[in-house]
């Protein structure tokens, strides 16, 4: 059986916030005469001189982050970096790689004491980095569904537009966009040479979002929006300078970069992908699959073969669920003519795509009215519900949460596709609501961006099985919320659930098992109630992004095996809008941390 949640019965490790109470003494595990000994004018001067270096890290750590990479500089509101595209060349992810290591020798030889918590998910990260960076990913530099060539659109959306110099800025990234693209492509071609690429068989689904992003003119591409709604206070001769040079930046550089672009991935690429889907066929692949295993489900301890049996475990499990809730519905015919109703009745589907906005939206607004039930703390910042851009929806999702930094001008995005409206049935959508808007990833991300007394890493960093685990775990809270009102909801919620223990069978039978595409999309299309459309974008996704798919049912089920703890020791005193903000309000972790704070929290009720 997967070991959900491991060794996590330790002393418990608390950042600088005392919590419930708790003297930080007694928090941190020190007995009252190694407290009164840490008191002393020597210790006092040791701890300070340890806490500046810790901080000095931290803040190099973050100097690093933003100035290798302005685009997550840009994601984050920190200035100065608004002109810059990343250096992606060889020579540069060997600097990175070798900064990485000093900054990890830098940590492993400060005192920590100061601040443990950020101390373990600063190492984390690093030591990650370090172990992934040797597999040298960057020669295949996209997924099925996302990559350098769209990354972008994302960029400038997350731009702020109100000035003459934030245009001037804008145009100085469109005009360094084809080096950008060009480095890119040679470490493609470096990929091929050496054998690091994506399948063949995903390419029919990857290539018409390079081909979409060629086929605009210069005034109707997306990256050419910020020119045409320009700040009013904005002098006109300027507003049409301004755009006369967005024009010839489009024209000029962007267009014929993405046609060169397109032009290489369907003439040279796609013809020299990959024969076999699995992560195991690359060089060195049974060490890179491990290394993304124990990076996705933030366990070192974590196994393939073991992560297999619990999904097949998991799948039986649900299926008995999915049986009773057939029955329930009064539906007279086996499991798999219960699926194809599902796929086929017009019922089940929205007419047009405002009619699926709407209901996304009228969804939102109802947990929304919900929250205050289930969580003590709630993010000041709101979200909006959008369609998922028309340039990257066929092969896209079906949906998605799109986060806006602290101080931007915009909302937190939940994205819901509208393409093929026939693949994205109604039932679907309470499920998808919980897990890509609230209380999933709007709640999740806008209260990591509000930690405070931590360093700015702590804010935006998203371990996989931390959040799309709590994805899933806000789904089946949806039970408890109320929210899903039918048979026919609550068979979507375990086609999702579902749908995630798949992923566990799937990824691990691609990637360890060698599994085929076609037998993966025949367990998933066997086993849910997703479009046959869906399945294979899925699918792809999965054979593109090794073991990022493992990442939601493992966190997920920690989550739920820390609640039944808490509950059982707490019995009545168990408060679950207080379970929710340990989790939550001091953002993305380990999932040992997370333990061990949930361990902390538990104590401390005791005590009160």
Known sequence: MLKIVGRCVRAAILSQRVIFGLVVFLCA???PAEAARASTPDAITAESTGAQELSAIFHDFEDFVMRENPFEATFNGAPGFDDQIPDVSPAAQARRQSTARALLARLDAADSSADPVSAEIL???LAHDIALAEFRTWRAPFLSDHGFHLEFGQVAAATSFSTEKDYRNYLARLRQLPNYFQQNVENMRQGIKERFVQPKEIMAGVLPSFEAQAAFSAENHPLFAPFTSMPKSMPLGVQRRLRAEGVR???RDVLPAFRTLAT?????YAPQAADIVGAAALPDGADYYRALVRFYTTRDEADAEEIHQAGVKEVARIRAEMAGVIERAGFDGTFAEFQSFLRSDPQFYAATADELLMRASALSKDIDGLLPAYFGRLPRQPYTVKPVPAEIAPNYTTGRYSGAAPGSLRAGEYWVNTYALDKRPLYELPALTLHEAVPGHHLQIALAYE??????FRRRFYPHAFGEGWGLYAEKLGVEMGVYKTPYDEFGRLSYEMWRACRLVIDTGLHAKGWTRQQAIDYLADNTALSLHNVQTEVDRYIAWPGQALAYKVGELTFWDLRRRAETAL??????RAFHDVILTEGGMPLDLVARRVD?????????
């Open 29 to 31: 595990g020190l007995a």
């Open 123 to 125: 190492r984390f990260i």
């Open 249 to 251: 930046a489009m024209e």
């Open 264 to 268: 290489f991935m369907r003439d040279e």
């Open 451 to 456: 930690v405070e007394n931590a360093p700015a």
């Open 571 to 576: 019995g009545p005193a168990f408060d679950v």
């Open 600 to 608: 902390a929290f538990i104590e401390a009720r005791k005590v009160q």
